[in-house]
């Protein structure tokens, strides 16, 4: 139970990490080019992992839940 909420916390984390990249994406902060791509590519790059990597994880935990049901059965 807690494993699946420290996952969700992490996949919101992730979300935050990627919205933050597509601000900074369409904002003038950062006035080089080069290092606003390098940094927003980053960005983007490491949440939609993380995002991926969460929601893969979730969903066998569940199926493993099941499982360990009907073995108990």
Do not use: H, Q
Not at 43 to 61: D, E, P, Q
Request: aromatic share 6%; glycine share 10%; hydrophobic share 40%.
């Amino acid at each position: 139970m807690s494993n699946n909420k420290s996952g969700k916390t992490r996949i919101y984390i992730y979300v935050l990490l990627t919205i933050a990249g597509c601000v900074l994406a369409c904002s003038s902060i950062i006035t080089n080019d080069y290092l606003k791509l390098v940094i927003v590519m980053g960005t983007l790059c490491v949440g939609l992992y993380g995002i991926m990597k969460g929601l893969s994880n979730t969903g066998t935990s569940k199926e493993e839940a099941v499982v360990d049901e009907e073995a108990t059965k």
